[in-house]
């Protein structure tokens, strides 16, 4: 579990996990990290997905590009105004279906927001647009790179974090990891993930963890990666 918290949260990679490991006195292999982490960080990032704090009502929204088996796809992603993630979703395409599932996913984890702000693409514009014809929704669209600052900063921690890759071999293998680094991302802020009922009033990923699925203890966390 240390391992795949530290493979998501920092820029590290297989090979420095391994050393990193092994200097602690425990024998782990860089593939048995990787396969780890494809199996346990799309379960964590559904458990904080159901247990999300609510955002602003004020989103700014941009894509932002990832290396995907030599290929370039497009990672959605939406933040407040004061920078707590809305959410995030990968796409092969950049074009206005890919733009307009993401912000239908966002509405329906988060409810209607006041006001989306964009950037020039035309493709999130007439997203956006269809979206508000077809709904009939009241939500302000605004185009403005200045305001769009908050959420362009914002990439750069994920791009922090999946540089050391060097890119993913699969568009699954994207998907699942990037979950989990998006996931680690909002946990790190401390500002998007609420406790469940009667459970602790601040979560981190030891109580989440060990509330939801009880693997903390090797025997059952062997179980769950067979």
Request: aromatic share 8%; net charge positive.
């Amino acid at each position: 579990l240390v391992c795949v918290r530290w493979y998501a949260a920092y820029p590290l990679s297989l090979r420095n996990l391994e050393e990193m490991m092994a200097e602690r006195g425990v024998a782990v292999d860089h593939a048995t990290v990787h396969r780890w982490a494809l199996k346990i960080l799309p379960v964590l990032a559904g458990v904080f997905r159901r247990r999300k704090r609510a955002v602003g009502a004020s989103w700014r929204m941009d894509e932002t590009y990832i290396l995907v088996g030599g290929q370039w796809k497009y990672l959605y992603r939406a933040v407040d105004r004061t920078g707590q993630t809305v959410d995030f979703l990968l796409t092969a395409r950049r074009d206005e279906a890919a733009a307009r599932r993401f912000f239908e996913r966002a509405i329906n984890l988060h409810d209607v927001p006041e006001k989306i702000t964009i950037d020039k693409s035309g493709a999130n514009t007439a997203a956006v647009r269809g979206l508000l014809e077809d709904s009939g929704l009241a939500i302000e669209l605004r185009q403005s790179k200045y305001l769009n600052n908050i959420v362009e900063q914002d990439h750069r921690a994920i791009k922090r974090r999946v540089r050391p890759m060097m890119g993913f071999k699969s568009f699954h293998t994207a998907r699942r990891l990037i979950m989990g680094i998006e996931t680690m991302h909002m946990i790190k802020g401390d500002n998007s993930i609420v406790p469940a009922a009667n459970s602790l009033p601040l979560l981190n990923f030891s109580t989440v963890w060990h509330s939801d699925f009880g693997c903390l203890d090797e025997l059952a966390l062997n179980r769950k990666l067979l």
